[in-house]
């Protein structure tokens, strides 16, 4: 299972024709990531020959040596893997994966690195928003080198880690082994399905975890874009925009166990 949340190039640059760069960065290291987590590698190298090839693919669109670090697509990724005796998980960026065993407990695997610096710029926008009363888009715009520093940490000592084009996050996954047998479901998602935390529709990630494994799923989406809807100027929780891309994913080995 591998869940990818694409990032566009803060410069908006964009060389693939037809479609965002971010999509189509997600898209082909989603498809190359199964391909290659599908072979008897190991998981980490999977991932980095996923990344390298689709990186490789990428710098060969017309343009793309003219471009910066700093324009280039990335994303967020998380991966499980079931094969053998054991559970597998890599994580890169912000998504969030929660892992629930036959004991009923509920583990979280998440690195809130970039929640932190991502939290400092919406503060930063809060306060320059209403100490000028300007709305929050405007003060997205005039923050903008404060995010442009924050991405400049990417896969950098320091920083924080994450799938682009350089490959430089490959090998630094935040990983996880379980045996298989004792796994009762994982739960993946992106940051912005995580939303529905921040924004007051659960409590943290394992409740939406016990959501969906519930079959709750949609439901709490819906509830997540109804709140930011209320909230569309993003004053009452300060964000970048008023909402993001909501995906997740869940897998029930139950039926292994039957």
């Known amino acids: 299972m591998v869940l990818i ?46 990344g390298s090839e689709v990186a490789e693919e990428y710098l060969a669109f017309p343009g793309a040596e003219t471009l910066q670090r700093i324009d280039m697509p990335n994303g967020s990724l998380a991966a499980a893997r079931w094969s053998g005796a054991n559970l597998e998980i890599a994580m890169l960026g912000d998504c969030y994966a929660v892992v629930e065993t036959l004991d009923e407990t509920w583990e979280l695997i ?43 940490r990417m896969n950098e000592e320091n920083g924080y880690w994450a799938a682009d084009i350089s ?12 045996v298989r047998d004792s796994v009762r479901s994982v739960f993946v998602c992106t940051d912005g ?24 799923g949609e439901r709490i989406g819906e509830l997540l874009r109804k709140a930011e809807r209320k909230d569309k100027l993003c004053l009452r929780v300060p964000r970048s925009k008023p909402s993001d891309d909501a995906t997740y994913a869940f897998a029930s080995f139950m039926a292994d166990k039957d």
């Open 5 to 50: 949340d694409g990032a566009t190039g803060l410069t908006k640059a964009n060389i693939v024709v037809g479609t965002s760069d971010a999509a189509w960065y997600a898209q082909r290291l989603a498809e190359r990531c199964a391909l290659y987590l599908g072979m008897d590698v190991r998981l980490q190298d999977a991932l980095r020959r996923a």
């Open 110 to 152: 998440h690195d809130d690195t970039l929640d932190k610096l991502d939290q400092l710029n919406y503060d930063r926008m809060y306060d320059y928003a209403t100490s000028r009363k300007v709305s929050m888009a405007e003060a997205r715009i005039a923050l903008n080198d404060c995010f442009k520093a924050n991405r400049l």
């Open 167 to 178: 490959c430089r996050g490959f090998g630094h996954e935040l990983t996880k082994t379980f």
């Open 193 to 216: 399905y995580a939303a529905a935390v921040a924004m007051g529709v659960a409590k943290d990630v394992v409740s939406i975890a016990q959501g969906v494994a519930r079959g709750e």
